[in-house]
């Protein structure tokens, strides 16, 4: 069965910092490369990083050198770390196997809010 679950989301100031934490099932972690993907109100879900299973990671250019995405194979586990966070950062996140394609599984997310 297909888990995903999102952590680590919250309310925090411009400039400031959060973790969030996606815990997956083996059936899509071993062999996938993971993305974090995020949707705010009225847009589209967009993919903001991805990073394969040997570690290799690409950013989109509205959040690179502020995100860094990482795993941990051992424990099903990718990880967003967000700095310098701005108001339109504001989305609920989610991560998924990239690429993700029509009729894939998606867990709850977890809501970010950046106040200026």
């Known amino acids: 069965q297909v888990q995903l679950v999102e952590s680590g989301g919250g309310l925090v100031q411009a400039g400031g910092s959060l973790r969030l934490s996606c815990g997956a099932s083996?059936?899509?972690?071993?062999?996938?490369?993971m993305g974090w993907y995020r949707q705010a109100p009225g847009k589209q879900r967009e993919l903001v990083a991805r990073?394969?299973?040997?570690?290799?990671?690409n950013y989109a250019d509205s959040v690179k050198g502020r995100f860094t995405i990482s795993r941990d194979n051992a424990k099903n586990t990718v990880y967003l770390q967000m700095n310098s966070l701005k108001p339109e950062d504001t989305a609920v996140y989610y991560c998924?196997?990239?690429?993700?394609?029509?009729?894939?599984?998606w867990g709850q997310g977890t809501q970010v809010t950046v106040s200026s």
């Open positions: 083996g059936s899509i972690f071993r062999i996938n490369a």
């Open positions: 990073i394969t299973r040997d570690g290799s990671t």
């Open positions: 998924n196997k990239e690429p993700a394609v029509m009729g894939d599984y």
